[in-house]
């Protein structure tokens, strides 16, 4: 059965209203506390504008803001310890990747060129820290980019933030493509080539070290397919190519203080290992030339790690290095990939699962 009460339908007048509110009042002051705070939650639920402050939607574009108001301002990522979310445990590793900006480098014919550059910058963070101000790492960079270059941005950089964030290990690493002029074959025509290049340098315990850091790309030709192709030419008359793909091998290198190693030294390292380097300007001489130079230098993968490490090892100005290559079969639907190390540097039991697969080259 439903029961309507007269009225019930109609708009409560303003004095009904004032009426209810003067009742809520003097329940406020004689209920219990629990029976208040539900009451008091249920009014919010029927009234959100009510208890909702009126904030400006505008921009207040002519705002200043004063050494007082910063120093107001909420700061949780620098926060007591009693904020961590999670174990208090030590972090190796915090900071930005990818920061990107132009930075200048000084080329061996003393020359220099401005590159857009990638940056990675982090520090260690102690167990009882909650975090650090990230945006300290880049203030330090845009401090330095434009007076300096490369290398000693690098150091310029390191030792602002890692004072600014109290830290006792710190890591930067820049990477950029970086372009070197090569001439073909036998046409004499020439073109930029591009290498991937990373600088990195460490801080740890106070002990610094430099690693540089290649991708070197080269053409190889299977040795075992070679000389299966000859045997079917010589013993069938039956005409056959070796297979061959585009290869790429990530040399890092530990730069020792010393006479300077510049980029373009180590690319000619890697060009006297594996002179198979892909082309840039190509016209038809070239391209049989290129045949015949892989014909003359075909190589497996071990092959092409060990001539890397002949090179490397034989240099004063490198301390421990990594190789680490992947051949690109054409042959097969997978890759022939080979990691050597030399000292502790580098060495490592596990690897990185994605590894070779960021050996491809794109271009």
């Avoid at 004095?15 to 629990?34: C, I």
């Avoid at 030792?159 to 046409?187: C, N, T």
């Avoid at 004063?316 to 290095?321: E, H, L, T, Y």
């Amino acid at each position: 059965m439903n029961i309507h009460l007269p009225g019930l339908d109609q708009a409560p007048t303003r004095d009904e209203v004032e009426a209810a509110l003067d009742l809520l009042r003097r329940f406020a002051d004689t209920a219990p506390a629990d029976d208040r705070a539900q009451v008091v939650s249920a009014v919010t639920d029927l009234l959100p504008a009510a208890t909702y402050p009126a904030l400006s939607r505008d921009y207040p574009a002519d705002f200043q803001v004063t050494d007082a108001y910063k120093s107001a301002l909420p700061d949780l990522q620098n926060g007591p310890a009693s904020l961590i979310v999670g174990a208090k445990a030590p972090i190796q590793h915090v900071g930005i990747s990818n920061f990107r900006l132009p930075i200048r480098y000084h080329t061996r014919d003393n020359g220099d060129v401005m590159l857009e550059t990638s940056v990675t910058g982090t520090v260690s963070l102690e167990a009882e820290k909650k975090g650090i101000n990230m945006s300290r790492i880049m203030r330090s960079f845009y401090a330095h980019a434009e007076s300096t270059f490369s290398i000693d941005v690098i150091r310029a950089a390191l030792e602002d933030y890692k004072a600014d964030l109290e830290s006792f290990d710190a890591r930067i690493m820049m990477r950029f493509s970086f372009p070197m002029k090569v001439r073909s074959l036998r046409s004499g025509l020439t073109g930029y080539q591009y290498y991937d290049i990373a600088l990195e340098l460490v801080d740890s315990a106070g002990v610094r070290q430099v690693f540089m850091h290649l991708d070197y790309v080269y053409s190889s030709t299977c040795p075992c397919s070679l000389e299966l192709s000859e045997h079917a030419r010589a013993t069938r008359g039956q005409l056959a190519t070796p297979h061959s793909q585009r290869s790429v091998a990530r040399v890092s290198v530990q730069v020792l203080d010393g006479p300077p190693l510049w980029y373009e030294d180590l690319v000619d390292l890697c060009r006297a290992a594996v002179p198979t380097e892909t082309q840039v300007m190509v016209k038809r001489e070239d391209e049989q030339a290129f045949a015949e130079l892989n014909a003359a230098n075909p190589i497996f993968v071990e092959d092409a790690a060990r001539s890397f490490c002949e090179q490397l090892e034989n240099d004063p100005r490198i301390g421990d290095f990594r190789i680490v290559a992947s051949h690109q079969e054409s042959l097969h639907s997978h890759d022939a990939v080979s990691v050597l190390t030399r000292g502790p540097a580098f060495q490592a039991e596990s690897l990185d699962p994605r590894l070779f697969s960021t050996l491809f080259h794109v271009g």
